[in-house]
Structure formats: C-alpha cells, structure tokens
C-alpha cells in the first residue's frame, strides 16, 4: 500500500540558511500535518491542510511556511535557520471524516551546522 | 504548557504479561484521542483511537480506557510480544486537524 513519502531523508544546512522539505500524501487523503520531533521530545504540531488550506497553525515560528499544492503534497520552507531547527520533521496524512487516524511519514532529518 | 502528558519515561514488561501504558491531558476540548507506536528511525504509526464520547475500544490484543473525569486513559497489551517494544505516544485532537502529542513512554518487552 502506498504510504507518506518525504524528501528529502536527510538534510544537512547551515546557520541562516533556508531548507525545503516536501511530502506527498496517501493518496485521496485530504489532509496534511506537519510535525517537528527534538531530540527526546515529542512531536510538535506545526502546521496543518484541508483540501490545500491551512487549517490549523501549531508552534511554527514566523521563519517557517507551509502550503499545499493542487496535487496535495505540501512543502515546509524554513528560512534563517538556527542551531535549534535540527530535529526530525515528520510529516503525516489523514482523510477527514474516518475517525482521522493519520499515516505519518518517516520523516526527514534535518542538521543544521 | 504540556497538555498531553506521559508520566513514565520507560516500561518494562515480561512477555506474555499485560503492558498498561498512561495517558493523563488537561484540555477539555479534545473529542478523539489516538495511541501511536513509534520505531528508531520510522515515522509513528497508528495503533488505536477512541472518541471522548466512549470510555473502551478494543482492537485485538489492545485496548484504549479513557476516564474523562479523571482526564485520563491508558492503553493495554495483552497478551506483551517483543516485537511490541517500541515507544509510545498518546495524543488528542483539538477541533479536526490539530492533534497534541503526549512526551511518550518507551516500553520494552522481555523475552
């Protein structure tokens, strides 16, 4: 069965640097979620799409957007990185109306140096 | 402001035995609660949810409790496998699309 892709896997950038990290969602799920994992943390609510709208907005910095395109995946743009954006991304999908269960993907890696 | 809370870092069970895995959250609002099992280097996955309006699901060898006076539930195992250690998250959903994830519990099942 298809599930959640994210990439890239692993990203390494610098300080003040941007990054763009993309997920393709299971197919016909309508919604997207994105999540961010510190090191023993647990995962944080960023942000989230309904049908390619934001629908919900967690703890996502003003140096972060999202958006989700016409072909439902989504892509988050970090700009001005910082030593504390280096944490697993997870990104997850869900159809609305089935209990939302979400399908997270494996994440991406992402270290900032 | 931790709403979802997981209170013991660890777990460990023998196999066979039943695994009780808690859950304690604050906010009022939440309507579902949802239990992930999550491996190194993977994404979490899905394993059970329960509505705030029920107080048992059960699913083959788990069950979700949820005690809404209390603002509590808790997860079981039975009967414990090995390939059951993992680390666990519970976690609520506020409105449809916003989800709060508790700190996890990493359970281990001897063999």
């Known amino acids: 069965a298809a599930g959640v892709i994210q990439s890239p896997r692993h990203l390494i950038k610098e300080k003040r640097e941007t990054a763009t990290l993309k997920c393709y969602p299971i197919?016909?799920?309508?919604?997207v979620y994105w999540y961010q994992q510190g090191p023993g943390q647990d995962p944080q609510f960023l942000i989230s799409?309904?049908?390619?709208?934001?629908?919900d907005k967690g703890s996502i910095p003003d140096r972060f957007s999202a958006q989700q395109f016409s072909d439902y995946h989504s892509e988050l743009n970090m700009s001005s990185l910082e030593l504390g954006d280096s944490a697993l991304y997870f990104c997850?999908?869900?159809?609305?109306?089935?209990?939302?269960?979400?399908?997270f993907g494996p994440g991406t890696r992402l270290t900032v140096l | 402001d931790q709403q979802v809370k997981q209170n013991s870092p660890s777990l460990s069970v023998q196999e066979g035995r039943i695994s009780i895995l808690n859950c304690d959250y604050t906010?009022?609002?939440?309507?579902?609660f949802l239990w992930y099992k999550k491996y190194p280097a993977e994404g979490p996955t899905f394993l059970i949810s329960?509505?705030?309006?029920?107080d048992k699901n059960e699913d083959g060898r788990f069950t979700v409790f949820l005690n809404k006076s209390a603002k509590h539930l808790s997860l079981h195992i039975v009967p414990s496998q090995p390939g059951d250690s993992a680390v666990y998250f519970c976690?609520?959903?506020?409105?449809?699309?916003?989800?709060?994830f508790g700190t996890g519990t990493r359970l281990k099942v001897l063999a």
């Open positions: 997850a999908s869900s159809i609305t109306g089935t209990g939302n269960e979400q399908f």
């Open positions: 197919p016909r799920h309508d919604t």
């Open positions: 799409f309904y049908e390619k709208m934001q629908s």
């Open positions: 906010n009022s609002m939440f309507d579902y």
């Open positions: 329960i509505s705030s309006i029920k």
């Open positions: 976690a609520g959903r506020e409105g449809t699309y916003k989800y709060i």
